[in-house]
């Protein structure tokens, strides 16, 4: 079949090749109306010879036009609706809007390095979306590849080079996950569940994934369980997950809303709030911290804002030799929440 382009009637010609079969039975011409079967024919030289002789022209001019190989058929031009790709699974493509995959988008995170997706798999394995291995770690997580398998999860084993695109980083450690994120739990769904000794850290302003991760290892070290900040998200980046070594797993980021609202919700529970400074506030190894209390830590720079500052209940401060104006934010979370647990275990 044959598209020719289209006349002045707006119609696109299209020309049919006729086989050997339908030769011997070829029908009338659908557009002229003429045209039949052999036996039509010979009826009609029948009745040509038994009437006048225009019946033998008329015949002829049939004949000549389908001796021909080819008969040409119109129809109308294929409307938008028809050119539009209809995949009904038969190609294999499917069509996904837009904004549902921005919203999976925001939703999913990749979490990568041995021990941290190690320890996302004890905790967690349902989170797993899809992960990617190199040859040299897989005997290291035969148990989620077969769990992967059995729950049809996708995974893939691949090379160094495709993993850094996967994961978006050299530092991929030989394995990483896509995962769904978690969120945030409210202050007040923490406070219902808190227990009796309970020190939750409070981090203003503090987004260096590497600092996060530092901090939430040390939290997993010495028992502390919820985080409080703006955004649960911070908590979820791949490299604060690979840098606290599975301790991201032991967790909970807890939704401040707004964050000087969220420390006025622990002290009317019944928690201290500790502020904490590079030049001001008692002593560390003088002070004596609660078994309930709320650990604020401001970013490197600047510290704490005023206005949290004055929130607090209690200001410590790390001395030393005044050498560095300040510790490195999770070097200072270590020690304090060090001084905490040796104090109240």
């Not at 609706?81 to 999976?104: A, T, Y």
């Not at 996708?154 to 160094?160: F, L, S």
């Not at 980021?253 to 019944?270: N, T, V, Y």
Request: glycine content about 10%; proline content about 3%.
């Amino acid at each position: 079949m044959n598209d020719e382009l289209k006349g002045k009637s707006g119609k696109v010609k299209v020309m049919y090749v006729r086989g050997d079969d339908e030769k011997e039975n070829r029908g009338q011409n659908p557009r002229t109306g003429k045209g039949g079967s052999r036996q039509e024919k010979e009826s009609g030289w029948h009745s040509a010879r038994v009437g006048d002789n225009k019946g033998r022209s008329t015949r002829e001019r049939n004949d000549k036009h389908d001796s021909s190989p080819w008969r040409t058929v119109s129809r109308a031009p294929a409307s938008a609706e028809e050119n539009k790709p209809d995949h009904l699974g038969i190609s294999g493509k499917s069509f996904i809007d837009p904004e549902q995959l921005r919203r999976q988008r925001l939703e999913e995170t990749r979490v990568y390095g041995e021990n941290a997706c190690q320890a996302l798999f004890s905790s967690r394995p349902e989170a797993i979306v899809r992960a990617w291995f190199i040859q040299s770690v897989t005997p290291r997580f035969r148990n989620a590849l077969k769990w992967l398998a059995a729950n049809r999860k996708a995974y893939h084993v691949v090379d160094d080079a495709e993993l850094t695109k996967a994961s978006g980083t050299e530092h991929h450690g030989g394995v990483c996950f896509l995962i769904k994120k978690r969120v945030g739990m409210p202050v007040a769904s923490w406070l219902q569940q808190a227990e009796e000794q309970d020190c939750v850290l409070a981090l203003e302003d503090i987004g260096n994934p590497h600092n996060i991760g530092g901090i939430m290892r040390s939290c997993a070290h010495f028992g502390v369980k919820g985080v409080l900040v703006d955004d649960a998200a911070v908590l979820e980046s791949g490299a604060a997950v690979r840098t606290a070594e599975g301790g991201a797993e032991h967790v909970q980021a807890i939704d401040a809303g707004d964050f000087k609202a969220g420390l006025d919700s622990f002290r009317k529970a019944g928690y201290t709030i500790v502020t904490t400074s590079s030049h001001q506030g008692v002593a560390l190894t003088e002070a004596a911290l609660p078994q309930k209390m709320v650990l604020v830590l401001g970013q490197e720079r600047d510290g704490l804002s005023d206005s949290v500052f004055q929130q607090g209940d209690l200001a410590v401060s790390i001395t030393g030799t005044g050498h560095v104006e300040s510790l490195n934010v999770s070097v200072a979370t270590g020690i304090l929440l060090a001084e905490w647990w040796r104090q109240n275990h």
